[in-house]
């Protein structure tokens, strides 16, 4: 007997009783015996190995379907699935400055004006009430990101009309309002929306809806820029201000498109 | 451990549940899934290194047996039918999907009476030799723990992965081999110093 033979049969079965001469080689090697509490030591650890993590699914359902006499119907286990990048945004906050923007509007549109408005002001404030709620709806039953940054596109040029519609006749501070939600649907909507889209498997997509999104947000800094000359004196810093918002937001959207390009 | 005596009385009142429930006593099924639920568990969560998806095959596994325990011969091994249709199950998921997942988690469970450095390597010996099996072809795993946890014989091995005992020797034999090759040095010296709860030496000189 040697070790040569020996070893063949530890392996297959470390606990297995051996013939006489194998005893006692392995009595006689201290090799093999090493191998052989190798081996044990071996099966020990594999068989107090951790349980399979539990999940939560007991076979309680199975066991309660089997004691009744009907067919068999039990539910699977399921796997928690991995949320898609819009549910992990920052939807509460979203849907606030939306009902933001139109609450505001509301509030807003509500106030009696200090100066009498035109026919056109009047009919451009409810139409833009109708357009914010259509928008709002819109952005609600959309689930796709390009959908959803358009809508919020549009939202904001609607804004930026308005103030342009209203600046001969709302005062200062109305205009600054209706320029902080311009803002906050920049920022918080489209900007964010576009920095939260992952490129993955979507990065033409991505990238046709961020060059529009840019190419409107450039459009409207360069109305901005020249409302910002000609309208009345206490309009301007709105018109200014909102120039510069498009501005950070397009500067935004090419910083986006540049990372995506480098990265891919 | 359970004795000679607790193990024969618990092999009778399996046999009694196995031919009631084959005479249609649904209750009697459900003990049999409650006393074997876990052990398949443990060997198909360690087969796909899923939860969910050892669940899902264990479950689907008593659904086949309750379906098909007419084919059940009395006096043949209830477990190793069991095995066979969980291996059935498991193949075919497998032919289905392709899935891999990260390693076996941790033992949070360590032995109290060693010292820390002790605890130290065991756990680091424990962790490399869980990381090796999860190395094995998934033939030699299946057999290799049949044999480590079930205590089955190559026999019921072979009957439950459908191939010769030899093959099934043969394959408990590579798994072992493999391992240890795979492991370093120290690791191995480590494994000489684990104590074996509750089994016997076998064949320590």
Redesign the interface.
Known sequence: MTCESLRPQLLADPLAPLAPESAQHLRSCPACQALLEQLQGLDATIRTRPQTPEIGFAPTALLDQIRASAPVIVPRPRRPQEPSWLSRLPWVPLSGLAAGLLLAWGVWGDRTPRTQPTAVARVARYDLLQRQVQHLVRLSTTRKPAEKIEAWTNLSDDLRREVTALQQIAPAEELQQLQTLYARSVESGVVSLAANWPARGQRRERTLTLRRAEERLAQAETEAQALAQQAPHHARPTFEAMAAIARAGRDRLRQLEAIEEVAS | MLTDTEADADGLAEQGWITAAQAGD??A??RL??VH??RL??W???MVRD??L???L??ET??KA?AALHSFRPGTNFRAWLFRIAHNALISRKRGTRREQGG??????PDPSRTVEELAEADE??QL??AT?QTLPDDWRAA??L???EELS?AQIAEIVKTTEETA??R??KA??W??DRLPEGV?D????????G???????
């Open positions: 649904r209750d099924f459900a899934v409650e639920w876990q568990r443990r198909l969560g360690t939860p969910y050892a669940d899902d264990t479950q008593f659904l309750l076996t988690p941790p033992d949070t469970h010996t424990r030799v869980l099996l290799l723990l044999r480590i946890d190559f020797r043969w408990v034999f072992r081999q391992m240890l191995r480590g494994l000489r110093r684990r104590e074996q709860p089994k016997p030496k076998g064949n320590t000189p």
